[in-house]
């Protein structure tokens, strides 16, 4: 598989933040872990044809002798519209579970359900509408804190923020009494302090 370029640290690097991008794994301090959404997919596809890692290694192999004038163009095009039919007949077939992780409850109202849109999560209830921006100090949230904040009350170390003056820094994000989204920081005795964005 690595002579066929599968597997080296470039394609390992887009592949993983592919996933991140998609919600399928999260950062968990120094490890990568699935999310639910990530399990279901997973245990959705794992014995069909579009998961045979050594379909992708002969693909890159078979292009190699193309170039080479080893095999014809045309054998390998033949063989790819096969296995697309193939999997999309499998796919198709597929019936993918994934419990509505963005099913919230509106802690604030406890009577609304949490929306989420690309770049807010708000809740349906007109006379409450809490609103979380999923941009803040320039990191994106994915739904996995953002979810963690609605039904834990704060998320677990987020890395990457960016304040004002360009500096990074990484932090919780919790409520503050009136449900504005606020900086959790660790202090060296374990306890935390809070700071408004």
């Known amino acids: 598989m690595r002579e066929s370029g599968i597997g080296t640290p470039a394609t390992r690097a887009a592949v993983i933040e592919t996933l991140f991008s998609r919600d399928y794994v999260r950062r968990d301090n120094k490890s990568l872990v699935p999310t639910e959404k990530g399990l279901a997919v997973f245990d959705a596809v794992k014995d069909k044809k579009i998961a045979d890692v050594t379909m992708t290694g002969n693909w890159e192999s078979a292009l190699g002798k193309i170039e080479k004038d080893e095999i014809e163009a045309l054998t390998f095009h033949s063989a790819i519209e096969v296995y697309t039919r193939q999997i999309t007949a499998e796919l198709l077939g597929t019936k993918l579970t994934i419990s509505d992780a963005n099913a919230c409850r509106c802690p604030k109202c406890n009577k609304g359900q949490m929306q989420f849109y690309n770049k807010v999560v708000k809740c349906n209830n007109e006379d409450c509408v809490l609103t979380i ?3 803040k100090s320039d990191k994106m949230l994915s739904d996995v804190p953002v979810t963690d904040l609605l039904t834990k009350g704060k ?3 987020i890395k ?3 304040s004002k003056g360009g500096k990074v820094f990484d932090a919780s994000l919790t409520f503050d009494e009136q449900f504005q989204v606020v ?3 660790a202090e060296k005795k374990g306890t935390f302090k809070l700071k408004k964005k």
């Open 133 to 135: 921006f999923r941009n």
């Open 155 to 157: 998320t677990s170390i």
């Open 160 to 162: 990457g923020f960016k």
């Open 183 to 185: 900086f959790m920081f």
